[in-house]
DNA sequence: GGGATCGTTTCATAATATAAAATCGGCCCG
DNA sequence: CGGGCCGATTTTATATTATGAAACGATCCC
């Protein structure tokens, strides 16, 4: 709701949006009188903004009195889905990330037992550079986004991938074991986020956090990688605020 | 857009609704100029209007001048998607079938193999009483609702469901042989509904099409059962037309 | 540097939304 | 069956707001 002193209003649009937010309040349908005294409008003028979003379908009048939210919104709803673009959304996020921190930042979707680059946010004057480019893939356990999606998918889940796909070594710090991985699982549910500590690549570290649709669904994850040396753990807190911001941008609405 | 005759408008709802009416139009994002031209708004007008719904989230200000649906519209579309409920919003349309038909109407949805009955509208006055209750169970190649999901999912579905649960005989007019089937349901994609001829009961004939949800999912079916002396194949259109009507309460957009 | 074009802001006033009052509809009770 | 009550709906005078012409700002191109 916008603020009276700080934001250009029309009272009309104002006054259409808090009934809205009342019908949202409502898990059932709700009648004239009780939208009116939450909104503090007049029952007439309430009834006269409510038949407009009627005929507009942005409401629906299941009976005389009584309102429920229409199914235009829907519609709409879904037209937004349909144009969003997690790659298109997490782009200028990504570049305030690595303003910030000044290290490569990746945006990488699950395809079966790999995750694979789709964005990158880094620069090329950097001394070290750190080789992962779009279109590249990696096996799950081996990277930080891959553990994401493991820790997403339960114990049992991540003990299957393990028996098909393997949990070969890409380096010497790649975690082989089943236990010491699911254990390492564990910890990523609890955090939020996973860290990559020279697993896929010798001498580079990597922190990723899930990014969530508007059905909660984990959709995709941003990382940051960087020298192990330069890495900094407390990044994590970043990384993992930005992926829920990106969240939403594809309308992932946080539930209790 | 309500007609200014008939119906009760504020103007500026209006306007409003006009503005994100062109925005659907536009896949891509739209500037001001374009957006006040198709809407025959003033250019001052239509940025006012566009700042009010940036500010409330209904559309999104990508950069100044250019603007697309905004991520509220997908929690609102979010909201009313999970509070529709199938059986909710096909009632009044059944009731207004058997009204029109006066035969036994239907809800029912697929479990697996077999269609489940969920909602059923009839007049216990009918001297030869239909016995189908709710919760009922039949197998899919028995049933018009059946043969409708069945149909959807391509030949390739239905060979292995034929393989997998057989094609046990109800009556001596149940399709048992897979090619006959098959066959049958050819025509059922090609028609928008099947019938039943006394496949899953001696002396009852029915007929059924599929309800869709707004992302064009078949999730339900809507069926006519009566006697098969008085079932009229002529009904086929209005339980197809109903079906479409309670398809769109669901929120579903036929595409071209 | 100037012109063109689009976006944004200002403010006088034309036009509209508002809400008080009246009316309607439905329900309940005696 | 009639009256009372309450919520919904409609009417309409006018208080208040949305409008759009004009001015200003930003950007681009010649």
Known sequence: MPDAQTKSTIQVIDRMMSLIDALVRHPGPANLKQLAVETGLHPSTAHRILAVMVDNRLV?????GTYRLGIRLLELGNLVRFRLNVRQEALPFMQRLHEALHETVNLSVRQGDEVVYVERVDSSAHM???????GT???LHATAVGKVF?????????NAYAQRAGLNRLTEHTLADIAVLGSELG??????????REEAEKGVSCIGAGIRDDDG???AGLSVSAPSDRLDPAWAARVRETAEQISRAMGYVPRA
Chains 1, 2 share one sequence.
């Open 187 to 196: 910890q990523v549910r609890l955090q939020g986020y996973a860290m990559d």
């Open 60 to 64: 629906d009048r299941i009976e005389p």
């Open 217 to 219: 669904r984990l959709v």
């Open 128 to 134: 070290m550079r750190v080789v992962q480019t779009v």
């Open 137 to 139: 893939r990696a096996p």
């Open 150 to 158: 493991l820790a997403e998918d339960g114990a049992d889940a991540a």
